[in-house]
């Protein structure tokens, strides 16, 4: 994926770049890795290195930072699988890094992971399915307004960040061509927001579920019905 992105004052044009390697060694084992890179500035267009699918793109962020002296790119990784343990259980997940530091800056890392089972033949008629997701406190943003990812004030992944959401859902077969789904999620959102301005300070900056926590509970029942034939 390339694409451009909306303007910011100055001339600052930004552009997102983003590829992904599947691999499916078996017929119950799927994985994958991926990179996406926000860069930014003024005048800038879109750049050959970002454009490469099989390069590595750290590494060109890296090679930027270092011999042009960019620093107006905002890169991340990420890695996730799906796997058949077994017919009766399904396991899945994947992990986005945005940030980490390994010097003595006490900046909180800035990742998101998501996670869950299924549970297909929980019974003859019922499948089951569990989530949990982590956004951290920090996650799409940085220091420059502008390598946020966002188009026009709106998250390019999440909406928002600083939470953690967990989810159960079971898909019940109560009729031929009727299936019932009751659902259940969990929603703790901190105080954070990918919005906000970049911390001066990272003291008391807590990695996820800052401030107040707010905790919302949500059930919900849902269908699906097949009348006759199409």
């Given at each position: ?7 910011f004052?100055?001339?600052?044009r ?7 390697l ?7 084992l ?6 996406g ?7 800038r ?15 060109e ?20 699988f ?5 017919p ?9 890094l ?7 800056v ?22 089951a ?35 953690d ?33 970049w ?9 996820v ?22």
């Amino acid at each position: 994926v390339a694409a451009r992105l909306d303007e910011f004052p100055g001339d600052v044009r930004r552009y997102l770049a983003l590829h992904r390697l599947d691999w499916q060694p078996s017929a119950d084992l799927a994985l994958y890795g991926a990179e996406g890179v926000l860069y930014a500035g003024p005048g800038r267009d879109f750049e050959l290195e970002f454009l490469n699918p099989v390069s590595f793109w750290f590494n060109e962020n890296e090679n930027e930072r270092t011999y042009r002296g960019t620093t107006s790119n905002n890169a991340l990784i990420g890695a996730g699988f799906w796997w058949r343990v077994k017919p009766s259980l399904i396991v899945f997940g994947d992990f986005t890094l945005d940030d980490i530091q390994v010097d003595a800056v006490n900046e909180p890392p800035s990742y998101a992971f998501y996670a869950g089972v299924v549970l297909p033949r929980l019974s003859e008629r019922i499948v089951a399915r569990a989530s949990y997701t982590q956004v951290s406190n920090l996650s799409y943003r940085t220091a420059t307004d502008f390598e946020r990812y966002t188009f026009r004030g709106l998250g390019l992944a999440r909406d928002f960040s600083d939470y953690d959401l967990f989810g159960v859902e079971v898909d019940w077969f109560a009729a031929p061509g009727l299936s019932l789904v009751p659902k259940l999620a969990v929603l703790r959102r901190g105080q954070g927001d990918l919005r906000q301005p970049w911390p001066a300070s990272f003291d008391g900056v807590e990695t996820v579920l800052s401030g107040n926590v707010v905790t919302t509970v949500r059930p919900s029942l849902g269908g699906r019905a097949a009348v006759g034939q199409v």
